[in-house]
């Protein structure tokens, strides 16, 4: 991550793009408070990003640099490891608009200034796709409300539009603390809480827009043998009629992806389109239970009076802190340009 070869602004009020036609408007929502989050008590274990002390431990040396690591620079607490999702997101959006021609904002449900922004008009009349993050830890109590449900679905009325939902995990439910404990040392990631559980808002929209998908675990997918390289994509291609992965064969490493698990037995409503194989040398309840792979993108496609289509999918393959190559740079460029 570098610095912005440009000036930056904020606290600016969004400029709404104008439709052109073949150019998607892109836009991003992140689900969570911003004070809610960085305001966490950093001495509670669980439920919590991580402070930017602690990513600089666990990273070492890799954020001790001065930009990083000198607090009258850079954040030390909570706040500095959120503000690093936002510098990782920057290539997306770059990439994006060099693509469609149209800025992708980037908002937030309540922001740095604690203003808050439901996900009415004011975000959705000028996108044609928008993806929401589900970064929202479930103890901030973020649900998405009856105007809100009802906006997105009037949104999704309007033909060409794309809806993106990415809960993130949801580590440790069980009850059971040797259970949370074998869940850690699944996915590795020391950063991680024993109990993490995050998307209580995109939870709450997809129910009220009857998306049968549930956010189970924080799963560490497998490597290529022999390399730090992501195992490739179970990609179901004759399903995949839109070309949404089209080129593509693997998204970027995470050691902890959601399982999103089809709450419907009705194949024809909604597709598995791609299936990520899980590092089987580390037990989890999920392989104990025989699955060697677990649901990492899906899609609805049109359906009754639902003109946009709706896509399933984790945050952290729209952000560079993970990695990227040009598989991952051509789903970018497949998200853009869909038509």
Avoid at 11 to 33: I, L
Wanted: hydrophobic content about 35%; glycine content about 6%.
């Amino acid at each position: 991550m570098t610095e912005s070869q440009s000036a930056r602004t904020y606290n600016q009020s969004h400029v709404p793009r104008k439709y052109t036609p073949g150019r998607r408007r892109v836009s991003v929502y992140v689900s969570w408070s911003y004070p809610a989050e960085a305001d966490r008590n950093p001495s509670e274990l669980d439920n919590r990003f991580s402070t930017m002390t602690e990513v600089r431990r666990v990273a070492w040396p890799a954020y001790e640099t001065p930009e990083w690591s000198n607090p009258l620079r850079y954040q030390q607490g909570i706040a500095g490891a959120l503000e690093l999702f936002f510098r990782a997101w920057v290539p997306f959006q770059q990439f994006v608009g060099e693509v469609t021609g149209h800025a992708v904002p980037v908002f937030q449900r309540i922001d740095q200034a604690g203003v808050q922004l439901p996900l009415d008009q004011r975000v959705l009349a000028d996108a044609d796709t928008l993806l929401v993050f589900g970064l929202d830890h479930m103890v901030t109590e973020q649900d998405a409300t009856q105007e809100e449900i009802e906006a997105v679905r009037q949104f999704l009325k309007r033909e060409g539009t794309c809806l993106l939902l990415g809960p993130h995990h949801e580590v440790g439910v069980s009850d059971d603390l040797k259970v949370r404990d074998i869940e850690y040392h699944h996915h590795g990631d020391a950063l991680v809480p024993r109990q993490q559980r995050f998307g209580r808002y995109t939870r709450s929209l997809m129910k009220g827009l009857g998306i049968p998908v549930e956010n189970r675990y924080g799963l560490r997918p497998a490597l290529v043998a022999g390399t730090k390289k992501i195992a490739p994509l179970s990609i179901a291609r004759d399903l995949d009629t839109r070309g949404w992965l089209t080129g593509v064969t693997s998204f970027n490493f995470h050691m902890h992806l959601p399982h999103y698990a089809l709450t419907t037995e009705d194949a024809r409503s909604i597709h598995i389109l791609a299936k990520q194989p899980i590092d089987t040398s580390r037990p989890h309840p999920f392989t104990d239970a025989g699955n060697t792979e677990f649901n990492m993108f899906l899609w609805m496609p049109p359906q009754g009076d639902r003109a946009g289509e709706i896509v399933v999918a984790d945050s952290t393959i729209f952000s560079t802190l993970f990695g990227g190559d040009e598989s991952l740079n051509r789903f970018w460029q497949n998200i853009a340009t869909a038509t």
